[in-house]
């Protein structure tokens, strides 16, 4: 950051105030003694010398008043006018980093969902004709697109690839992290996460009529803190901080400007573009039968009637759950 004085400083403020205070006194104090002298000895010599020495002398004199005076009344203005434009300059500093780094909301970690926290994240998707998501589930997801009314909603879904067994390693690792998850074994918790899986992809079925589009982007090595972009933010929920030992982690919202936002949209971006990334559409057309066979695709596990039926009474039992925990609400306007 460059702190510059303005042009109109340096007209107020002559060569004599750039100097320190005490250069400045020194020098003052010279004049007034040399101009003195000139004119002392201007008074011993004849008449023609002493107009020219006296001419001097007083030039001397009146030029040292007028610095001395000219100092005093502008040294406090050339002051207050390098510190407004420090102070301007520092608040559009902090103002630019303000929005590049620092979050507009903080939600810390809890073991229930918050309500505050879910009331701003669906007020944002509510206004948001797109969205991108990175994590594990969409269980959560799905839930609030079945609260849309006449949307065209672009969703664009990265998962972790179920078909690749090491893709899941670093989500079971913070979940055995977790107090509630100390009775259970590895194996048993990666079952549950698939579970969770398929049931989120299943809830996105039936809420395809709620969307323009949904496109599920299935990578082998996921990230494991979860991203959520919306038109006009960025949310970011902290998986890989271990120590925080609770079901739903930190999270931090920033702005569309943000540099986070930028980052996260390009990188997404980068991952639908990848030749290892698996690419599913479910759109309002699509039938139960063609979901059975793209759920095959997807997850490398039969779609069987009976699996349908188990997977989506798990997600409404979620979904249900999770509107009345956090007080969900459907879209107040059409879109």
Known sequence: MSLRTPDRTRMLNPWLGQLSRGMQVLLLVCSLLVSLITIWIGSQLS?????GANAVGLGLLVSAVFGVAQSV???PISKE?????????????LNGMHSSYIPTHEFPPSNHPGIGFNALMTEDLY?????????????????????????????????????????LDARLEYRAAQAGEAQRTLQEIRESTLRSIWAGL???FLVRNRCGSIEVLLVPTPSLDRFEIFQNSAWVTLFTDMDQGTTFPSTMRFPQQSLIYRMQEAECLAIRR???????EISRATTEQEFASLFARMTGQDLTPQLLVELTAAYEGTADRFRSAVQLHPSPWPR
């Open 47 to 51: 008449n023609g010398w002493r107009e």
């Open 73 to 75: 009344v502008t040294d």
């Open 202 to 204: 299943v809830g996105l």
């Open 127 to 167: 206004t948001s004709s797109t969205y991108w998501y990175r994590g594990i589930h969409t269980k959560f997801c799905a839930t609030r697109f079945s609260m849309l009314r006449n949307s065209n909603l672009q969703a664009h879904l990265i998962l972790p690839d179920p078909t690749v067994p090491y893709s």
């Open 274 to 280: 990848s030749p290892s990334t698996r690419r599913f």
């Open 81 to 93: 006018i390098l510190r407004q434009s420090i102070t301007e300059e520092v608040r559009a500093a």
